[in-house]
């Protein structure tokens, strides 16, 4: 742990001195186009047969560890950070002064849902938006199969420039767009920005419901009221049905120092991945059978991950409709000297089936509010 600690230290040491070279005001920096942050790079999982076993799962499938490879554009490197980098990269120090961290992972779309474990992948993506210290960097993957790359997924993040001792905001460069297909970027950026500020502001825990949640909210109790007692405290599940609280599946993570990013804390695809391999676990058993991955929503990284924290996951379904199945998993860190627990992040999965999923029902109000939110 010491050497660790020596470790980060003298490498801290090293991107401090970087600090004199920021810039004052975003009208300090040069202008970026799109095309200076594109990046391409290629995992051979056709032409290279030995990289197949680390992405494997036993059924012979990608392992969506790939899921993890979303913020890794190869097995070493972040993409989402390296497209940040690109679009900050100073020529005349040959580097970049910031230091980036992703802030959210805004959403993912699969295309499909096999990823094939002998078709070389291809990972592009490029900044689509900035604001004075945020970026959104978009990432495409596709698949090499029958002579042409066909979509696999796409992902949007939201990144944050630091300083370069991640203490405080620090300026990007403005983004120059060009032709009608990358103003519609910029513009979709934009919106993607005014919705995340619109959806801070409308959480359940700040404002009460809409009429038309109050509506859903009542529909789903007089479904599950006992119309022989006619009492709030007594509930009958309807047929084909499973009760929220039934529906939960947790777990825990010693988080070891091989899972650090440069700044000594766990890196945020490690979370990913252990909160996505959850909350498959979790549709797998509500239903019963293996599902894939269909989309991924807002995945807000609240708080930093020490090393050698105790990482607790908790997945829960709240809300089924036909064969999709979404799944809410809630990332806390517990400290066992104060005994205070602390939330990191909140990730939503949605999952399809091959065949129809039992209704999701909720017992009490606080989960009826968790699935008419996520519906």
């Known amino acids: ?48 047969p030995q990289l197949r076993e680390k992405y494997l799962t036993y059924h ?11 913020t890794v554009i190869s097995p070493l490197l972040s993409s989402s950070v390296l497209i940040s980098y690109s679009h900050t990269y100073n020529s005349e120090l040959k580097r970049s002064p910031l230091s980036i961290v992703t802030a959210l992972v805004d959403k993912i779309d699969m295309r499909q849902h096999v990823i094939y474990p002998d078709c070389d992948i291809k990972f592009t993506g490029h900044v689509t938006w900035v604001g004075k210290s945020s ?49 519609r970027l910029l513009q979709e950026g934009e919106a993607n920005k005014s919705r995340r500020v619109e959806l801070s502001t409308a959480s359940l825990l700040k404002v009460a419901p809409t009429q038309e949640e109050r509506t859903v909210v009542h529909g789903l109790f007089l479904n599950t009221l006992d119309t022989n007692t006619v009492s709030f405290r007594s509930r009958i599940l309807p047929p084909n049905s499973v009760w929220m ?28 991945r ?14 019963g059978c293996r599902p894939s991955l269909v989309a991924v929503d807002d995945i807000l ?5 020490e090393i050698g924290s105790l990482l607790m996951l908790s997945s829960q379904v709240c809300y089924t409709q036909g064969t999709y199945v979404q799944v809410r998993v809630h990332s806390e860190v517990f ?35 968790v699935q008419t939110g996520n519906s």
């Open 274 to 287: 252990k909160a996505y391999e959850l909350g498959w676990a979790n549709a797998c058993s509500y239903g």
């Open 245 to 272: 609280e039934d529906a939960k599946l947790k777990g825990l993570e010693i988080c070891h120092p091989q899972e650090r990013n440069i700044f000594n804390r766990i890196f945020g695809g490690f979370l990913m």
């Open 1 to 48: 742990t010491e050497l660790i600690y020596h470790d980060h230290q003298q490498a801290m040491a090293e991107r401090v001195s970087l600090s004199s070279m920021l810039a004052k005001s975003q009208n300090e920096l040069p202008a970026k186009r799109m095309k200076d942050s594109y990046l391409e790079v290629h995992l051979p999982l056709g032409s290279e």
């Open 135 to 183: 970026i959104e960097a978009k990432i495409h993957m596709s698949q090499y199969r029958d002579g042409a790359y066909a979509s696999v997924l796409d992902a949007t993040f939201v990144m944050v420039a630091r300083d370069p001792g991640n203490k405080r905001a620090a300026f990007v460069n403005p983004l120059t767009p060009e032709g009608p297909e990358e103003e």
């Open 301 to 305: 990284f609240q708080k930093p991950v």
């Open 335 to 369: 400290d066992p000297l104060t005994r205070q627990h602390n939330t990191t992040n909140i990730f939503h999965f949605t999952f399809t089936s091959d065949r129809d999923v039992p209704n999701i029902m909720p017992k009490t109000y606080g989960g009826e509010p």
């Open 60 to 70: 012979n499938t990608v392992r969506i560890k790939i899921f993890m490879d979303l």
